[in-house]
């Protein structure tokens, strides 16, 4: 399983981003997609995530309101959108993969992961 996780960048507090996360080499067609951040100093923490197998989603409270995850099966690609963006969102970004149709809320039982993308908000 490859993921590469793309779209970081800068922005100004109260800005937008959109990340996408094309995945490939699966071996089932029900697999669930995480975003997970990591800031600096801080521990890995599961942002949302998205099953593919009925559309079901998962949002961390920091996220609910302000982001957004969404799939396109046909692309295999999931993608983060990102609104009124804060300095406190400023981390590496990654998505991760697990199998079957359930979201795991600790980035310890997500499988496989991209490299990451930084996003940095400040102004």
């Known amino acids: 399983v490859q993921l590469q996780a793309s779209g970081g960048g800068w922005v100004r507090p109260g800005g937008s981003l959109r990340l996408s996360c094309e995945a490939s080499?699966?071996?089932?067609?029900?697999?669930?997609i995480g975003w997970i951040r990591q800031a600096p100093g801080k521990e890995r923490e599961v942002i949302s995530c998205i099953s593919t197998a009925d559309g079901t989603t998962y949002y961390g409270d920091f996220a609910k309101g302000r982001f957004t995850i969404f799939r396109d099966n046909a692309k295999s690609t999931a993608y983060l959108q990102m609104n009124y963006l804060k300095p406190e969102d400023t981390a590496v970004y990654f998505c991760?993969?697990?199998?079957?149709?359930?979201?795991?809320?600790?980035?310890?039982?997500?499988?496989?992961w991209g490299q990451g993308t930084l996003v940095t908000v400040s102004s």
């Open positions: 080499g699966f071996t089932t067609d029900y697999y669930s």
């Open positions: 991760a993969t697990v199998d079957g149709s359930t979201c795991p809320t600790a980035p310890k039982y997500y499988h496989y």
